[in-house]
């Protein structure tokens, strides 16, 4: 992915978990030129800066997930963000034949059937004991489902499987940009555990530090909750 993209687009940075050295080996295809689905939006054209743009690739995410066979939690994930914003978000289930996307402000296909009306909240599947506790702490007897891979659980958010998304280590962007993009569409936050926007410019470290919270709906109230939480 990170050599097909760097050939089509060779003026703008792309940051990908692939190691060069595994790509030199793996043919590159040329990108398609057209897609049905993403034409038929008729989302006209944005021109920026390729300086400005910063290309987000993990090719496999829930690594460890995979290897225990299970493959519901498993994505490809690209983000496309500019001054360190996510404008782009595409999350691929290889394993349903489904692939989820949105560019803020022109498209989407993703029909939201979240629920605001009760918190259900979603953790790391690897790590859910420790998170399970600070949930509980902020939002009482609410629901702790843990699951696998960032992009999973963003996209859970929209399904009614969970109302927030919770991580409280540090993370790496390629993991979480292409859900940050596709909740900014919808209206919806991905911050840091403090409130604060994450940055996805090339600039920065490729690691998120300060843990996150992400949701469609009550992202302020759900901070406040945390942050009590975690002052008490």
């Known amino acids: 992915m990170f050599q097909t993209f760097k050939r089509a687009f060779p003026s703008v940075t792309i940051v990908s978990e692939e190691k060069d050295s595994s790509d030199a080996q793996?043919?590159?295809?040329?990108?398609?030129?057209?897609n049905q689905e993403v034409d038929s939006k008729h989302m006209g054209s944005e021109f920026v800066d390729?300086?400005?743009?910063?290309?987000?690739?993990?090719?496999?995410?829930?690594?460890?997930?995979?290897t225990q066979k299970l493959l519901q939690y498993v994505t490809t994930m690209v983000c496309v963000a500019v001054d360190g914003k996510p404008v782009i978000g595409?999350?691929?289930k290889p394993f349903e034949h489904k692939t989820y996307w949105?560019?803020?402000?022109?498209?989407s296909n993703i029909v939201s059937k979240s629920n605001d009306d009760i918190t259900k909240i979603i953790v790391s599947l690897s790590h859910k004991g420790d998170v399970e506790q600070v949930a509980k702490k902020a939002f009482g007897n609410a629901e702790v489902i843990g699951a696998g891979g960032a992009g999973y659980k963003s996209l859970a958010l929209f399904d009614g499987t969970a109302s927030v998304y919770v991580h409280t280590t540090r993370i790496k962007k390629w993991d979480i940009c292409a859900g940050n993009a596709i909740l900014r569409h919808a209206a919806g936050h991905m911050t840091t555990l403090t409130g604060s926007d994450i940055d996805y410019s090339s600039r920065g470290s490729p690691l998120n530090d300060n843990g996150l919270v992400a949701s469609i709906h009550n992202h302020a109230d759900y901070l406040k909750k945390l942050k009590f939480a975690g002052d008490n």
Do not use: N
């Open 26 to 34: 793996v043919p590159i295809s040329d990108p398609p030129s057209a």
């Open 50 to 66: 390729p300086s400005d743009v910063t290309v987000w690739i993990d090719p496999l995410d829930a690594t460890r997930e995979y």
């Open 90 to 92: 595409i999350i691929h």
């Open 102 to 107: 949105s560019w803020v402000g022109h498209g």
